[in-house]
């Protein structure tokens, strides 16, 4: 019989998720500088494969960018990509298509954005 030892206690998963996405989250929602209307060009380090245009005046394309920014951006990728008023207007819809490490993170940071869904619900 072989028998296999535990691994070394260290982070979980999640908790090294929940630290990489807090470590790039701007200071304040207002240093968040993207554009509102216009078509965003995404770099290969944000998007490697698929679609890297996206159109901000059509509401699923919208939708789209934010949720790969959130996702795979670094802090400078938010602050460049992200508009702080667009953000949160699709908040309460977005917060339920990113995942659940990505939301708490930023609700945490940023009360506005928890504050959202509450008028939203």
Known sequence: MVLVSPLPDGPSAEAVLRARYTSRLPERLSDLA????????????????????????????????????????????????????LLL???????????????DVWEARFTELADRVSIAA
């Open 34 to 85: 993207g554009p509102a209307h216009g078509t965003v060009g995404l770099p290969l380090h944000v998007i490697w494969s698929g679609l890297r245009s996206f159109d901000l005046d059509r509401p699923r394309s919208r939708m789209s960018l934010y949720r790969t920014v959130l996702a795979e951006g670094q802090r400078e990728d938010l602050i460049v990509f992200l508009n702080p008023d």
């Open 89 to 103: 207007a699709q908040w309460p819809v977005l917060r339920i298509l990113i995942s659940r490490i990505i939301r």
